[in-house]
């Protein structure tokens, strides 16, 4: 079975991480690479730990 790759984004709110996950995946469609886009948290404001 071929291995495949973890690719992960990180950074502060508003760094442009959506944007950059949006084109990555444009382009891994465009070249029909088969991928998966998960969250690792729940998206709502105000669930934030000061």
């Known amino acids: 079975m071929p291995q495949g790759r973890f690719v992960s984004f990180e950074g502060i709110e508003g760094c442009g991480k959506t944007t950059q996950i949006a ?9 029909s690479i088969t991928h998966t886009i998960t969250r690792d948290y729940p998206r709502a ?6």
């Open 23 to 31: 084109l990555l995946s444009e382009y891994l469609k465009k070249h």
């Open 45 to 50: 404001r105000g669930n934030r730990c000061w």
